[in-house]
């Protein structure tokens, strides 16, 4: 019954839940144009083959323009458009055999599949080449028409990418922009509402977002770029001192809560001023106010010493950003220094034949999802050509988009695309009748499709499959393809390959459930780590790179359990433990920011070799419990580490900054909770059942 009820509840939330579009408009309308405008012009031109060539190459490129500064998004979209080309090109020139195309289907499937090692931008350059390989397959071509093919389909694409950079020039650093901004804006939240304790809504993944922006791969170069650094860091240490003072603070004559507000102003000015790539007048007056706020919070007494050396540190560090703030950007550039920072090496990615080479094992996910997708890809390109299906590309080209590397991807995105296949179907074959029998009234139809399929692809997959369709019907019509006929045959297609799909994953699943321990672990040991870089303690840079090592552990741990909560036969006590761990972890995480608040000043109290020898004895008790959670064994409860709490706190009483005493005392306690908590649910997982 429980069974029952749970896939019929995942059923209708899948079919019900929607999102906010997380992609502007003006992409929707970017990438539209990429596509339809080359159609109408190779339509006027009287040469429609290129015209559509050109456009099929911009419309499986489409969704590789995403956010990133413009020489990463350049990247990207150049590779996006070179598979692309290639696929078609080998799927024109051996199309009409079916021996050669199902090897081509093997080895593009199981090399489209690694790729999602690399993320999910690459990974869709692999499934637009699965594509691409099966469509183009249906229209087979002789050497010359073949290479004449797969050019038009990489010109599409590239045309596309130029139409994501047209405003480099202009607008040089605009992605980096947007990605401050929305931490500041998280900042702000956080300033506004201390009691989420330490936590703002996707302010971690924001701070994730904006690190790759800033320091990964193809990153922009300028001197604009040392602001942008140093704006990032001065995120890292406000969040700090934020998460410090909520620590702290005691007085109840709203004077904190006052400047608390005056620095949600501050942030959410500059953040303005980010995204408008304005100087930022409005935060130098919001500071002016603050730095009032400080000066009557100090003098008016009540606030401990603690507490005031938090806040002019805090004030400090928002004089800092509203001066940065003025030469992010290619207006102020030439008012920051030149300087190029190095990516610490604790960021540095491993090379790309190392990553694959890791993942080139049975038990990884990424080798299991690139053997479904070999086996699925080809064993729907043989059943379409050995039964003659009409319009049979369909069925391998769904089985490319629904196969996902996790079961809950898989179905969700499996009947949503067949629901929206159906709908888009009578939706094109509705509208058609209604527009008139014209050209460019069709075009007209296929670009108000295609804006609405890029706008809402991540609001609601069911509806934008629906105006995908409709699109690819209404560009095949334009190659003589009747759109009213064959509905049934591409809907039994969909379904085919979507169930196919499904299929290949219960057969040879990778279910979350025997994953999420090894995500929860990794978390706890990034955890220990975080607590390890607190104990010398280390220089900020280190401390900085270790909190970015932690947060990709904790965005993680929250997928993977995400991905077992829509798993079907999850046991319950298994999903109720694992969120149990994954909460008090992030408490934990939350105590050591807190601790590292109380030296991220500069000055390492006297006292702290004692507290850090507690810590490093709390980090390996951590790392001893995540082992066990890994292994699946019960482990004893820490011995002694309360006792040693006990001895730390009485030692650092006896020092003369009662204020450090005091929050050693409280943080340390706290620890050592946390500590034992996860010791308890450790122990409880290892007889939950796997």
Known sequence: MNNGYSLRASVIQTLLRTKRPDVPLRVA?????????????????????????????????????????YLQRLNRLFLAALAAGTASL????????????????????????????????????????????????????????????????????MLLAVFSIAAWP?????????????????????ARKPHKDGEAPGLTDAMNALQTTLLGRHHARGRAMEAFRVLLELAERIRLELIAMTELETRRDGMGEMFRNDTARVLGAVADALDAAEPPQRAERALATLQASERALLAGGGTSMGLGAHIQALSGQLAAVVRNANWAGSRGEERAQRAESALPETLRSASALSTLRANLTPDAVAFRHAVRCAVVLTLAFVVSRHYALPHGYWLPMTAAIVLRPDFAATFNFGLLRVVGTVLGLMLTTFVLRLAPDDVWAHIGVMGALCVAFRYLAGAHYGIAVAALTGTVVVLLSFEGVDPHAAMSDRVVNTALGSGLALLAYVLWPSWERHRARTALSEMLCAYADYLDALVAPADSHARYAVRTGTRTARTNAQASLDRMRAEPGTPAVLQELAETLYANG?????????????????????????????IHEASVTLRQQADALNQGVGIGMPQGLREHQRTLVEAVSRTRDRELAEAVARLTDRLTDNVDTIAHVVNRRSTAPA
């Open 586 to 614: 992030n408490r934990l995480a939350r105590t050591a920011m807190a601790l590292e608040a109380l030296i991220d000043d500069g000055e390492v109290p006297e006292a702290w070799p004692t507290v850090g020898a507690f």
């Open 170 to 190: 202009l607008q040089r650093y605009r992605p980096e922009r947007q990605a401050l901004a929305i931490v500041y804006r998280g900042l702000a939240d956080l």
């Open 29 to 69: 309308l970017r990438n539209t144009a990429a596509v339809v405008l080359p159609l109408a012009l190779g339509m006027l031109a009287g040469y429609p083959q290129v015209g559509i060539g050109i456009a099929a190459g911009a419309l499986d490129t489409m969704f590789s323009d995403q956010p990133g500064p």
């Open 90 to 157: 080998v799927g024109f020139f051996i199309g009409d055999w079916v021996l050669p195309m199902a090897i081509a289907c093997a080895i593009c499937g199981f090399l489209g599949g690694m790729l999602v090692v690399f993320g999910p931008d690459i990974a869709r350059v692999g499934m637009t080449s699965m594509l691409l390989l099966v469509i183009t397959a249906a229209t087979p071509k002789d050497l010359g028409g073949s290479l004449a093919g797969g050019s038009l389909i990489f010109a599409g694409g």
